[in-house]
């Protein structure tokens, strides 16, 4: 069969960073844009025709649109059916799931994650193949690679469309196009992991109060089903719970910054006794209780330490990951349980041939990122159901627990500092200078090691380079610094810091003011002053 094919030239950046392509709205409106990269991804994985995608987004700004298109270039491209969330939803850890459960080839998550939307935001769109993972940086590479090329792209005519809300099958051209309900087959897989007798019976007991934010972002109907429906927390425990095209104008990124208003609801008289707030796609998790935010290394080491007491964990872990920047916390959970840990460079994507392997049932990321075996991608709500499991079981204040973890294993106290340098080349200009500094540094008083990160698969031996430059401290402190790879104008300097204190008087501390002489050696050893006259972060979280 043959498809209408239109003439096309290049864009030459097209490059997918940490998670898929993320660009402004306005640069994927230029005529041809979109069609491009999707062709692109078609031409790598030549695979996908005579097979089923799934497809479905955060619900931004730009997501409708950008589904009708990719519909008629998947028809054109010969895709058998597309399993498409009603509305064009689906969270980035649903799509995720739903990709092998319904064999298909590969799947497209419409989603700039945690970057503003609206007509002055970003859209991104990721790739991800049938085991539920993003394509690998090698895949990647060669979509990128593909796109400088490409010269035509195909796609059926304006006139095919389809209804997304209407639940049940389409036709366009000759592909099917199955719209499904975004929740059902993620609340299953939810059901089948945790004890919902339990942590229904904590919701419902009138003693205990959570409070979900799903940052007017894609997790509102997952959590207003999970939550609210199926375990019966009181009406009103999800907070923000509508998906809204711009997230209300918010930053829907889970941290103390973008979520200050949500935090403060802990931090006084008549904290609720648990709470959460995942990002626009639903894959992170922030997880809080009275007085405290657990850092996201914390919440991953407890999560493992824990395990056991959970349904769908009780046979206990084969090892656990965390990306290089998360705490070390994990580690000392991993060395008493006598299971391996693994450090990965950033990017969920890394964890995925562990994970396949076998090797690892836990993960983590820096960012508020958790997820186990049970799909390819982090995911937020699981994560957030995995401490309220946790809490049902063990019938402790949130705050005890940590104590109680601190005590056993010393407190990794732990904080990201964000440095936006609007001059992306003076950005580069700083790593670049950092890295020319590794072997001075190494000599330096009070630095045990100094490098920059190279991960090797040990699954597949691939080779990834420059994944971040690591400086660790005799007093056992540890600084990372690199750059972030989702952002899509200027750029932003990440320095990663940790200490770990196994003085139990000392724990109390609050992380800035543990971390206070660490961070002004920080930007000493970048020479951010100097270099980009910076003297202090843009927001830390
Ligand atoms: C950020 C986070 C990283 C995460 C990535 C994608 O990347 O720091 O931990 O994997 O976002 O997550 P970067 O390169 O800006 O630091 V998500 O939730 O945006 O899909
Ligand atoms: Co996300």
Redesign the pocket.
């Known amino acids: 069969m043959s498809f209408p094919t239109v003439a096309t030239r290049p864009f030459d950046d097209q490059k997918p960073?940490?998670?898929?392509l993320?660009k402004p709205v306005a640069r994927f409106r230029v005529p041809h844009y979109l069609e491009n990269f999707i062709q692109s991804v078609f031409d790598t994985f030549p695979k996908l025709a005579g097979h089923t995608l799934v497809i479905g987004g955060d619900g931004r700004y730009f997501n409708r649109e950008a589904i009708a298109v990719l519909l008629r270039v998947a028809a054109a491209n010969g895709v058998r059916k597309a399993v498409v969330g009603r509305d064009g939803l689906l969270s980035?850890p649903a799509a995720s799931l739903l990709i092998p459960a319904v064999g298909a080839a590969g799947g497209f998550i419409l989603?700039?994650?945690?970057?503003p939307g609206g007509p002055d935001g970003d859209f991104?769109i990721?790739f991800n193949v049938d085991n539920g993972g993003q394509a690998s940086e090698s895949q990647t590479d060669a979509i990128y690679t593909r796109s400088l090329s490409i010269e035509r792209y195909s796609i059926l005519p304006e006139s095919g469309s389809v209804d997304l809300g209407a639940p049940g099958v389409q036709q366009l051209g000759g592909m099917q196009v199955e719209i499904v309900d975004p929740v059902r087959h993620y609340a299953e897989v939810m059901q089948r992991c945790f004890d919902f007798e339990a942590m229904g019976a904590l919701l419902r007991s009138g003693v205990f109060r959570m409070r979900f934010d799903a940052m007017s972002a894609v997790t509102g109907p997952y959590a207003a089903e999970i939550f609210e429906h199926l375990l019966g927390a009181p009406a009103g425990s999800v907070l923000h719970g509508v998906p809204l095209a711009d997230f209300g104008g918010g930053h829907p990124?889970p941290n103390p910054h973008d979520a200050a208003d949500f935090v403060r609801l802990f931090m006084g008289e008549g904290s609720p006794d648990f709470g959460a707030a995942s990002?626009?796609?639903g894959?992170?998790n922030m997880i809080l209780g009275p007085g405290m935010v657990v850092s996201p290394g914390d919440s991953l080491a407890v999560m493992a330490a824990n395990a056991r007491l959970i349904p769908g964990y009780k046979e206990g872990l084969a090892g656990i990951a965390r990306?290089m920047?998360t705490s070390r916390a994990a580690d000392r959970v991993a060395a008493k349980l006598g299971i391996p840990c693994y450090e990965t460079p950033?990017?969920?994507r890394f964890f995925c041939n562990l994970l396949d392997a076998g090797k690892v049932t836990l993960c983590g990321?820096?960012?508020?990122?958790t997820s186990s075996s049970h799909a390819r991608?982090?995911d937020g709500l699981w994560a957030v159901l995995f401490w309220l499991n946790l809490l049902a079981v063990r019938r402790e204040p949130l705050p005890a627990i940590m104590r109680k973890h601190w005590a056993e294993y010393g407190r990794d106290f732990f904080l990201?500092e964000d440095y936006d340098i609007p001059d992306a080349a003076r950005a580069a200009d700083v790593m670049r200078r950092l890295e020319a500094a590794l072997p001075d540094l190494q000599s330096k008083d009070g630095i045990a090691s100094a490098d920059s990160f190279t991960y090797t698969d040990p699954v597949d031996g691939s080779v990834s380079r420059n994944q971040g430059i690591r400086v660790s401290t005799r007093d056992g402190g540890r600084m990372v610094f690199?750059?972030?790879?989702?952002?899509t104008r200027g750029a932003?300097l990440?320095v990663y810091l940790e200490r770990h204190e196994p003085d139990v008087s000392k724990q109390g501390a609050a992380a800035v003011t543990a971390l206070a002489s660490l961070s002004s050696r920080a930007r000493a050893i970048a020479r951010l002053e100097e270099l980009a006259g910076i003297t202090k972060p843009t927001n830390v979280t």
Not at 17 to 20: D, E, F, M, N, Y
Not at 365 to 369: L, Q, T, V, Y
């Open positions: 960073g940490t998670a898929g993320r980035t989603t700039a994650s945690h970057n991104g990721k990124d990002d626009g796609d894959d992170r990306s920047p950033t990017g969920w990321e820096e960012s508020f990122g991608e982090k990201r690199r750059l972030s790879g989702t952002g932003t990440r």
